[in-house]
């Protein structure tokens, strides 16, 4: 199947600071991605969905401000933690499709986020 | 709006036991069905899939058939191994512009 890769895979930051997480799909044109923020033991919350060239649609209750996405190409999509605070760790998936069809959405491996 | 409903874990069986993993879904239309699995610290990696009424997805000794007139898509294995410990999400898509619906997510522990 296609791949997704999403770096880093894990990172540690400081209090205040800003860290970026990539999304790339390696070999297919990923016109729609999505960004997940998965809490230990429970399911994916959908955070936002980044349409390449135009703004991305927050989910309620997503800071737009604080969870900046830019989907800049078709390959491309990050996410960026802005004065990341401690709350803010947690595990951040991305998954992209093809909007052409409906098949599956292919995810990244995930990055682990630790704010200290 | 679409959901998906799947049991609750978590679930523990010993290594050769039959594994089912219930999941039920709403939706208007005919939407894609998937089963996605999530070893520990990982993404999730597609397990297998239908895209219509009475298919049947298979993989690694996983299947799971679309049945439209139960609105269900349940996940079965013969006999689990250890290594199929992780978390399995039951989803549903309508188009391709959309996100996935996700299920809670169930727990399997094989022991052996």
């Known amino acids: 199947g296609a791949v997704v890769s999403q770096h880093p895979s894990w990172v540690i930051c400081k209090s205040g600071t800003s860290v970026k997480i990539e999304c790339r799909s390696l070999?297919?044109?990923?016109?729609?991605m999505f960004w997940y923020r998965q809490f230990p033991k429970q399911s994916l919350m959908l955070m936002a969905t980044?349409?390449?060239?135009?703004?991305?649609?927050?989910e309620q209750g997503v800071e737009k401000d604080k969870f900046l996405i830019n989907h800049a190409s078709l390959t491309l999509s990050t996410l960026t933690v802005t004065s990341a605070h401690p709350e803010d760790s947690s595990f951040y998936i991305c998954?992209?499709?093809?909007?052409?069809?409906?098949?599956?959405?292919?995810f990244g491996q995930g990055t682990r986020l630790t704010v200290v | 709006g679409n959901s998906v409903t799947q049991m609750e874990g978590p679930v523990t069986l010993s290594e050769e036991a039959f594994l089912t993993i219930n999941c039920t879904y709403t939706?208007?239309?005919?939407?894609?069905l998937f089963w996605y699995v999530q070893y520990p610290g990982e993404g999730l990696q597609l397990l297998l899939k239908?895209?219509?009424?009475?298919d049947k997805g298979s993989n690694k000794g996983f299947e799971a058939t679309y049945r439209k007139e139960t609105t269900s898509f349940h996940l079965e294995k013969g006999s689990v191994q250890v290594s199929d410990s992780a978390v399995y999400f039951c989803?549903?898509?309508?188009?391709?512009?959309?996100?996935?619906?996700f299920g809670k997510g169930t727990r399997l522990s094989v022991i052996a």
């Open positions: 998954s992209a499709r093809d909007r052409r069809v409906n098949t599956e959405a292919f």
């Open positions: 939706a208007t239309g005919y939407p894609s």
């Open positions: 239908a895209t219509k009424a009475d």
């Open positions: 070999d297919f044109q990923a016109t729609t």
């Open positions: 989803a549903l898509s309508d188009s391709g512009n959309t996100p996935l619906v």
């Open positions: 980044s349409n390449e060239g135009s703004k991305a649609t927050y």
